[in-house]
C-alpha cells in the first residue's frame, strides 16, 4: 500500500511540473519528493559540450505550514545516472504532511516554471 502512495504520488508530481508553472503534490511525511525536470537541450558531461554543470538549478520549496527554503537541483543525465542527457532533478526530503509547492528556477533552456 505504501509503495502504490509513493508511486502515485511521484506520477503527481512528474504531471504537475508538465502543465504548471507553479507545482505542487501530497507527499507522504519524513520521505523525499524526487522532481524530474526536462531541459530543451541534451547535455553530454563526459565531452562536456554543453557542460550540464555549468547551470544553476534551483527548487524555491514551500512546505505546508508555509516554510519556504531552496533546493539545488542536480544533472541526472537520462534519467537514470547516466553521463548523457536532457534531465535535471531536484530531490526534497518533506518533513510535514500535506501539499508541498515549488517553482523552479534555472539559467538551463526550458528549465523555469
Given at each position: 500500500?505504501?509503495?502504490?502512495?509513493?508511486w502515485?504520488?511521484?506520477?503527481?508530481?512528474?504531471?504537475?511540473?508538465?502543465?504548471?508553472?507553479?507545482?505542487?503534490?501530497?507527499?507522504?511525511c519524513?520521505g523525499?519528493?524526487?522532481?524530474?525536470l526536462t531541459?530543451t537541450?541534451?547535455?553530454?558531461?563526459?565531452s562536456g559540450?554543453?557542460?550540464?554543470f555549468?547551470?544553476?538549478?534551483?527548487a524555491?520549496v514551500?512546505?505546508?505550514?508555509?516554510?519556504?527554503?531552496s533546493?539545488?537541483?542536480?544533472?541526472?543525465?537520462?534519467?537514470?545516472?547516466?553521463?548523457?542527457?536532457?534531465i535535471?532533478?531536484?530531490?526534497?526530503?518533506?518533513d510535514?504532511?500535506?501539499?508541498?509547492?515549488?517553482?523552479?528556477?534555472s539559467?538551463?533552456?526550458?528549465?523555469?516554471g
Amino acid at each position: 500500500m505504501a509503495k502504490r502512495v509513493l508511486w502515485t504520488v511521484f506520477l503527481a508530481v512528474v504531471f504537475a511540473l508538465v502543465g504548471a508553472a507553479a507545482s505542487s503534490a501530497a507527499t507522504p511525511c519524513y520521505g523525499t519528493a524526487e522532481v524530474s525536470l526536462t531541459s530543451t537541450t541534451s547535455y553530454s558531461a563526459t565531452s562536456g559540450t554543453p557542460n550540464p554543470f555549468d547551470f544553476d538549478v534551483i527548487a524555491q520549496v514551500t512546505s505546508p505550514s508555509g516554510r519556504k527554503f531552496s533546493v539545488r537541483g542536480f544533472f541526472d543525465g537520462n534519467g537514470y545516472g547516466g553521463s548523457s542527457g536532457n534531465i535535471f532533478k531536484v530531490r526534497i526530503y518533506t518533513d510535514e504532511t500535506g501539499t508541498w509547492r515549488w517553482t523552479i528556477s534555472s539559467n538551463a533552456p526550458g528549465l523555469n516554471g
